[in-house]
């Protein structure tokens, strides 16, 4: 055991004021999005998600791959730090999938003309959350600290494997998304302003992710340390 | 080889205790066959016609009977603390899984014997040399979602929500082999040329190796004190 409480106090302050900053820039990317980016032509004001969207898939899936990787290490080294962060990270993963199939319906109304549909990506999409929301269910299923952070660990392993499947699909399986159209290079490239405000998109997710994971793990150390009082 | 032997000596143990008392297939038969009862009830019979909602219906029962087959194997040994008794034994900890993994397949291959020719009858399937290959696409995906299976009723059977944890943890798994296995099984079931199902096998062969490896080699830490 190597938590303290020193380090959650100093996590969840500079998560805090990493969160504010992100807080700030995404403010700064609406007004850029809304303001100082042309509107496309045919989707109009709805393809001004595309600047939050795909960030927040990308966050997600950034956040849910890096809860598989501290379940790997908490593994091998058996230090609470990386079982904190793994919960940290799902639970902020959880969040932005949230933002996700919400805002995806927003978009898929005006411009597929249906709130929702059963295409490969939003599927996984569903699936992964659902398989953290298991992680949860897990973790709150047991009271023995070493116990649960291993059977979560095990559980979070498993969900990282779910992911490559994810991205897999959009390409084996008919699919309504848009595949990748930023980067590439033999067809019509995206007007340099949009691709601007897309790109800042997800920096700001990044800022956004980094904020919510380090306060959320500083909260996740805390209640360790005061389980470890009671027991 | 004690891997192989240790493995075989655990998968035969529960399947005598299976055979002693035949509650975990008795179960899981009458369950599969409720399922599909509940299938045929939810029905309109003048909207939906029986020959388009069977293969629906074998997947899904494949998959619910599946996870009460699952459920048994860890809870079993939480009686008596026999897993403690089987891990002082001096063989290699994937051993216990390989011979649990053994073991549920082939109950679920053994809930399958019953519940496949069944779904014959009540969705008036057409007896078509075709089915056989549904079969095995069942039991392909049976010796994934088992692997998968295996490893999460191992953590459930130790938390106090066994039964309802298994299901919640283990169905997003199944969505993978069931999606392939039911889209593969249609375009056997129409005739359609082998070609069009070789991107499904693959994919249910993938997952299987994955999750097989995966399984067997994240087993021994949750069984370890």
């Known amino acids: 055991m190597t938590l303290s409480a020193d380090a959650a106090t100093r996590a969840i302050r500079r998560g805090r004021a990493i969160t504010l900053v992100a807080l700030l ?16 032509r045919f989707q109009g004001l709805a393809q001004k998600i595309f600047y939050v969207h795909p960030p927040a898939a990308y966050a997600m899936q950034l956040a849910f791959f890096l809860t598989g ?9 058996r230090d609470a730090r990386f079982d904190a962060f793994a919960e940290a990270s799902a639970e902020v993963g959880m969040v932005l999938g949230g933002i996700v199939v919400l805002t995806g319906p927003i978009w898929g109304k005006p411009v597929w003309g249906t709130w929702w549909t059963w295409d490969a990506r939003l599927t996984f999409t569903v699936i992964e959350l659902l398989v953290f929301a298991g992680y949860f269910a897990l973790r709150g299923a047991i009271r023995d600290p070493g116990e649960r952070a291993k059977f979560a660990a095990v559980a979070g392993i498993m969900g990282m494997l ?17 595949t990748p159209v930023v980067v590439q290079t033999d067809r ?8 601007r405000t897309f790109l800042s998109g997800f920096a700001v997710f990044t800022v956004c992710y980094v904020g919510f994971v380090m306060q959320r793990y500083g909260i996740g150390v805390r209640r360790m340390l005061e389980e470890a009082r009671d027991a | 080889m004690t891997l192989v032997r240790a493995a075989i000596a655990i998968a035969l143990k529960d399947l005598r205790i299976e055979a002693r008392n035949r509650t975990a297939l008795l179960t899981a038969v009458t369950f599969a066959v409720l399922v599909q009862l509940v299938f045929l009830f939810a029905r309109e019979p003048g909207a939906v016609r029986l020959g388009v909602l069977a293969p629906s219906v074998l997947w899904i029962t494949l998959a619910l009977s599946g996870l009460v087959v699952l459920n ?10 026999a897993l403690e008794a089987i891990l002082l034994a001096p063989v290699p900890r994937s051993a216990l899984f390989w011979g649990k993994w053994l073991a549920n397949t082939a109950l679920v291959a053994g809930v399958l014997a019953i519940a496949f020719p069944v779904w014959i009858l009540f969705f008036n399937v057409v007896p078509q040399p075709a089915l056989l290959g549904v079969l095995g696409l069942a039991v392909l995906a049976a010796v994934g979602f088992t692997a ?31 999606f392939a296995g039911a889209q593969a099984s249609v375009r056997l079931l129409a005739g359609r040329p082998f070609g069009e199902l070789a991107g499904w096998l693959r994919i249910l062969a993938a997952y299987d190796v994955v999750f097989l490896m995966l399984a067997a080699l994240l087993f021994p830490t949750v069984v370890d004190e």
């Open chain 1, 25 to 40: 820039l995404l403010a700064g990317l609406y007004v850029l999005a809304l303001q100082f980016t042309p509107a496309e």
């Open chain 1, 188 to 195: 019509p490239q995206l007007p340099a302003a949009m691709l």
């Open chain 2, 72 to 81: 048994r194997g860890f809870l079993l040994e939480r009686e008596h603390a």
């Open chain 1, 69 to 77: 990787v501290a379940s790997i290490l908490y593994l091998l080294m």
């Open chain 2, 148 to 178: 998968a299976g295996t490893l999460f009723a191992a953590m459930t059977a130790r938390t106090r929500y066994a039964e309802l944890l298994l299901p919640v943890l283990l169905l997003p798994f199944l969505i993978p082999p069931l």
């Open chain 1, 162 to 178: 779910l992911v490559p499947f994810n991205h897999l699909t959009v390409y084996l399986f008919a699919t309504t998304h848009p």
